[in-house]
């Protein structure tokens, strides 16, 4: 055996693990963005339902009903079963798509926010309205720590919130927390803030797409406010359009 | 042979001597080159530190220098933390500069001014030039006239008289002329160099950086220079020393010296940035160097008074001893070894382990007149004394300076008083929980009864201490006597009110309820370390004999116990009934019935033998027992513990712990009989400290070396601070952090409510927010300001003094200690208050500061905040400024939104300064608001007076 053949096993295997310490490195790092190569991503789509008929909840407004009405619609609200605001996201994506630039906007309007869940790519940035002629506050906190906490007092005003930090640093993860600290108990709203763009919540017919999602093993997470978390594991070929649904279980009251 | 002796070949006379001579004159100089070498070289050990040093400097040095050249010649980007101005721009952008400068100044105006200089210089040479024609012809007629008069030519006399006169108007005119020009001309150029101010500018910047440059360069060439000669040969070594007189005086008040040489080898301990891998050990710079040895210099304080060591040593080894240390002192017969190396076994045997917490115990020295000092570098040393101070160890041992010894020390004694406890509890009672309180409360204070070795004496010890004190207790007290409503209307309350305002009034500020040992410690900042402030009152119901003495004690604790620290929570009769409906259910640990414990009670040997036991085991040091106010303290005085050597401590039998002072003290306070012996016993009882309360008594008890200290280096205490110290044991011992966080610490009572909003208000910075007369007036009669929230703040059982003690503390943190606030209406401007008002409007405070300070609907609650008819009242006018700008900052989580969205610095500190665009856009309108509300609810009180003085103080003018 030449020496050029001993050696060649070790090297092989030096560079394997070679390979995997750097893919292992490179996958703890933060959200890499590519182009979109044509044709060869794949897209995720489908419905979330829940598993028995719900009726949604009806807040009582117990302040200022001129301009916030009487009642606001709360708990789970599921027509046809299907369940609308509830994000849909993939846990950890490596590499992707471009992040997307332009701001989110959550709207308060007759004194509840809208949307009542939405999506946020770390960085992205948020516009703040408020649409109502009264005080509203608006607070944003993350596991019990408040980011912010700013008044709007006049009516159209908009507010301009860079994206989210927590701290001094970027806030790359994790559900935030919108409410109003002006007596309107019962305002909420919620984002789920990723690192990645691989984000979106269902629409009133239950329904939710992902596009451009580079093939590969995902865990794949469903959150609603009042519902809480369910996740299940999806692997995506080069070029497929899959479709996923789920049915979340409806906890006893 | 012959006898005679053989004769040399040569006599000794003639006999060379050369060799012998030449080989000691050589060994004489080898000598005296070795005697040489060895006193600059292996002598000085400290010198190879020196030499590091300058190694070490000399390459920071010359990066430095390559840095600021590079950056000069514009080869390197601009620092963007370096604030524009304060550093000299590079070279190639000052000439950029200066062109364009050049350039601008191209204008035709400015070519119009340079051709009229010219035309103006011309006219002035003219000028010149006539005036110098018409002062010779002045001189030539004056010549001439002079000639006549003196040769009497009479007829020329005359004409010569008028030439002369018109001579001097032509000089004048001329002159005039000539100044006229002078005068436009440097008008013109005085134009010209103002058109060439930003030319000149750059042209001296220039110039400046240009010298710089070249200043620089030559630096680099001097460090750059190879050394002919090594450092490490070359220095000479100085010992580098600080001498303080009169640090120590002696037992005999005669000033002592202190001669400190550590920064010999610790060159650069005082100097900034010796820190980082490159930098040894030795060289490195103190820890916390700008906090610590700005407070404390090293040419006042040196270094031994905090480190100890051996201060005059310069030599860290010795023969024969590579481990022996003498500049550390870490030798057999040294006193005091430098603090944080760990002692084992014997003085030659160090472990290089360090304990750096140890040094704290040297704060002590000096600062021994306050309870707390706030550094982080002293928290083992302040927990270590809030353990002393709260667990009552000064009952039996004296202190200097700590416990009943210490600066506002408020004479109330740590447990409860057993004057009045026949009617509190049985007999029964006493004897289970004297015999193990830590199986009713696993976090009591009070230590259990251990026996001496004889275990048949418990129980009739036991018995006796229940008899005894039964026996010196008042059978009653006046409110029980004078109410003679019977035991059953006591417990006619509603126990399921009671229970909700039990947990909603207050009371878990301080007590827990049923949190049993699986529950114990769970959330934190609960109690006072691993200890309670207050019983859990689960078992109340067994505990207490009966619900008249509950409701009379719930109502007004002082009248049971004047010296207690209990408050009122300023409940109604209902109130306290259902409370104590609720509190008579709670029986969550049975208490035997001990077997022949009634007939022993009133049996005087046993009551005989129990005043025994009482004050055998000093029970009277942390309880007031009648008839035992005036016992001395049991034990031994701590005052000079730290300075036992280890052969003055009693090891017993014990060879497992090693025979150092660390180790004895700490096997102390784990197991406080545990160096007992048959003939020697030991009366300390357990207190089951966790491992760092341990530690940190021990740090305190180090610190108790009672070290002579001269009077220019201890810390005095103003009146005003000692009084700031004093309310702060007030503020320890009333438990405030229970319900507010003080500092971001505290605020237990926060875990149990549902939303942490409905909780007291936060404490951060309370000296600058409020009104000394008004906090001071709260403190002694409290009248709620948030009266939506269920919480209570309770009414303290405080005198006056007591309660200028707590607004000094906090005042005194936020450095005012001023008792007044002055509000002069004609300071403020009333267009001001105008503005205000609008933006009161605007930004809808009303929305959540009702106009009404009681009644408060449901839906109100949510968002309710203090009345603002209030806050002129309560709030000092700097604080509208800073808690409207930014309430986050002050209140963690607070409901209040931010209307002003500040900057913050890298503190976190929002900023308020007319620099910053953002702070200069919000403090007028901040300002506004609070002269709006500084007038806001005395509207009459100010009428006609406003703006009558100088306008309103203002932030950053003062």
């Not at chain 1, 369940?83 to 332009?102: F, I, N, Q, R, T």
């Not at chain 2, 050990?45 to 514009?74: H, V």
Request: with cysteine; glycine share 8%; aromatic share 10%.
């Amino acid at each position: 055996m030449t020496l050029a053949k001993k050696l060649r096993a070790p090297l092989q295997a030096g560079a394997t693990g070679a390979f995997f310490l750097l893919a292992a490195a490179v996958s703890s790092l933060a959200y890499e963005a590519k182009p979109v190569p044509a044709g060869e991503w794949g897209s995720l789509e489908g419905t979330v339902s829940v598993d028995r008929p719900v009726t949604p909840v009806l807040l009582p407004v117990t302040k200022a009903p001129e301009i916030c009405g009487y009642q606001k619609v709360g708990g789970v609200v599921a027509a046809d079963q299907r369940l609308k605001d509830a994000a849909v996201y993939l846990d950890e994506v490596p590499v992707g798509k471009p992040l997307p630039v332009e701001p989110v906007r959550l709207d308060q309007q007759r004194c509840a926010f809208i949307p009542r869940v939405f999506t946020l790519a770390a960085g992205q940035p948020l516009v703040v309205r408020n649409s109502d002629d009264t005080l509203h506050t608006v607070r944003a906190e993350v596991e019990g720590l408040t980011l912010f906490n700013l008044a709007m007092p006049t009516k159209s005003q908009e507010l301009w919130k860079k994206p989210l930090l927590r701290g001094s640093e970027l806030l790359t993860r994790g559900r935030v927390k919108f409410s109003c600290e002006a007596g309107h108990t019962w305002m909420e709203s919620w984002a789920v803030v990723l690192s990645h763009p691989y984000a979106t919540v269902t629409s009133d017919d239950g329904r939710f797409r992902i596009d451009d999602v580079p093939p590969g093993t995902y865990h794949m997470i469903f959150w609603h406010p009042v519902l809480g978390e369910s996740s299940q594991s999806i692997t995506l070929r080069a070029g497929e359009n899959l479709r996923v649904n789920v049915t979340l279980p409806v906890p006893d009251s | 042979m012959s006898d005679e002796p053989t004769r040399r070949s040569k006599p000794v006379e003639q006999v060379s001597l050369s060799v012998p001579f030449f080989v000691a004159a050589l060994a004489f100089f080898l000598f005296t080159l070795w005697t040489v070498f060895d006193e600059y070289g292996p002598r000085r050990t400290w010198k190879q530190y020196q030499a590091q040093f300058t190694a070490l400097e000399t390459a920071r040095l010359q990066k430095d220098i390559e840095a600021e050249l590079a950056r000069l010649q514009g080869s390197t980007p601009a620092d963007p933390s370096q604030k524009e101005g304060e550093q000299l721009p590079p070279l190639p952008e000052i000439q950029q500069k200066l062109a364009e400068a050049r350039n601008a100044a191209e204008t035709p105006e400015f070519k119009k001014i340079e051709s009229d200089i010219q035309k103006k210089e011309r006219e002035l040479f003219l000028a010149t030039q006539d005036w110098k024609i018409a002062k010779s012809w002045d001189i030539e007629h004056a010549f001439f006239y002079e000639e006549a008069l003196k040769h009497k030519h009479e007829h020329e006399i005359a004409e010569l008289k008028a030439k002369l006169d018109k001579d001097a108007a032509d000089i004048a005119r001329t002159g005039e002329k000539m100044k006229a020009v002078e005068t436009e001309l440097a008008d013109l150029r005085k134009q010209k160099d103002t058109l060439l101010t930003e030319v000149a500018k750059w042209e001296e910047l220039e110039k400046t950086v240009s010298r710089e440059l070249l200043s620089l360069q030559d630096k680099l060439a001097r460090v750059k220079k190879p050394l002919i000669v090594p450092n490490a040969i070359w220095y000479d070594g100085t010992i580098e020393q600080v001498v303080l007189r009169g640090y120590h005086t002696n037992e005999f008040s005669e000033e002592q010296y202190t001669v400190d040489r550590c920064m010999t080898c610790h060159f650069s301990i005082d100097k900034a940035g010796y820190t980082g891998e490159d930098v040894p050990k030795v060289l490195e710079t103190h820890p916390d160097r700008e906090a610590l040895l700005g407070k404390h210099p090293v040419k006042q304080f040196a270094c031994t008074p905090c480190h100890q060591g051996q201060g005059v040593a310069v030599s860290t080894t010795t023969a024969g001893h590579t481990d022996l240390d003498e500049a550390h002192g870490l030798l057999e017969f040294w006193e005091h070894p430098v603090l944080g190396f760990v002692q084992s076994g014997n003085y030659h045997d160090y472990k290089e382990e360090r304990d750096p917490t140890y040094t704290q115990a040297s704060c002590f020295k000096c600062h021994s007149k306050q309870y707390a000092i706030e550094s982080p570098h002293a928290e083992v040393l302040n927990a270590g004394r809030e353990y002393v101070t709260k667990l009552g160890c000064w009952g039996c041992h004296n202190m200097k300076d700590v416990g009943d010894g210490a600066v506002g020390f408020t004479g109330k004694k740590v447990g409860p008083s057993l004057a009045r406890i026949a009617g509190k509890v049985s007999a029964d009672w006493i004897v289970s929980w004297v015999d193990h309180p830590q199986a009713h409360l696993p976090r009591s204070r009070m230590p259990h009864y251990e026996d001496f070795g004889d275990p048949a004496k418990k129980a009739d010890d036991l018995k006796g201490v229940a008899a005894f004190l039964l026996s010196q207790s008042e059978k009653s007290w006046p409110a029980i006597e004078q109410d003679k409503r019977p035991e059953s209307f006591f417990r006619s309350g509603n126990a399921g009110r009671g229970e909700k305002l039990f947990k909603s009034v207050g009371c878990m500020g301080c007590h827990a309820l049923g949190e049993r040992p699986e529950n114990w410690g769970k959330k934190d900042n609960l109690f006072f370390r691993e200890f309670d402030v207050a019983p859990d009152l689960y078992n109340t119901g067994n505990k207490i004999k009966s619900a008249k003495w509950i409701y009379h004690w719930v109502k007004d604790p002082q009248s049971y116990d004047p010296t207690t620290i209990m408050p009122s929570l300023r409940l109604s009769d209902q109130e306290a009934l259902d409370i104590t409906a609720f509190l008579v259910q709670q029986k969550g640990k049975d208490v035997p019935a001990v077997e022949g414990l009634a007939e022993k009670l009133s049996d005087p040997e046993t009551i005989k033998r129990g005043e025994w036991v009482v004050r055998d085991y000093g029970c009277y040091g942390c309880h007031q027992i009648k008839g035992m106010e005036n016992e001395g303290k049991l034990s031994v005085e701590l005052t000079a513990f730290g300075n036992k050597k280890p052969y003055e401590l009693a090891f017993g039998t014990r060879t497992d712990v090693p025979g150092t002072w660390e180790d004895w003290t700490l096997e102390k306070l784990r197991n406080p009989r545990g160096f007992q012996t048959e003939r020697q016993l030991s009366k300390m009882p357990s207190f089951h400290f966790s491992e760092e309360g341990a530690h940190a008594i021990r740090v305190l008890l180090k610190g108790f070396n009672a070290e002579h200290v001269g009077e220019k280096w201890l810390r005095h205490l103003d009146p005003n601070a000692k009084a700031a110290e004093e309310g702060r044991q007030l503020v320890e011992q009333f438990n405030c952090k229970g319900c507010h966080v003080v500092d971001h610490k505290g605020g237990r009572i926060l875990a149990y409510l549902s939303n942490p909003q409905f909780g007291p208000p936060q404490l951060n910075n309370l000296g600058e927010k409020l009104q000394p007369e008004w906090f001071y007036n709260f403190l002694l009669d409290v009248k709620p300001v948030r009266t939506w929230l269920d919480l209570r703040m309770p009414s303290f059982p405080l005198d006056g003094t007591e309660a200028r003690k707590i607004v000094q503390y906090f005042g005194g943190k936020a450095g005012d200690l001023d008792p007044f606030t002055h509000f002069d209406p004609g300071t403020i401007d009333p267009e001001n208050v105008k503005k205000g008002k609008q933006i009161y409007e605007t930004y809808r405070c009303t929305q959540c500061h009702f106009n009404k300070t009681s009644g408060y609907t449901e839906a109100e609650k949510a968002a309710a905040a203090p009345s603002l008819q209030l806050a002129h009242k309560r709030l000092k006018p700097e604080w509208f400024v800073k808690w409207i700008g930014s309430p986050g900052y002050y209140w963690d989580g607070v409901r209040m939104p931010s209307f002003f969205y500040l900057e913050t610095d890298k503190n976190g500190k929002p900023i308020l300064d007319h620099a910053n665009q953002y702070a200069a856009q919000a403090i007028p309108q901040l300002e506004a608001l609070r002269d709006f509300l500084l007038v806001y609810g005395r509207e009459g009180e100010v009428q006609g007076k406003l703006g009558t003085k100088r306008k309103s103080y203002s932030l950053n003018e003062k």
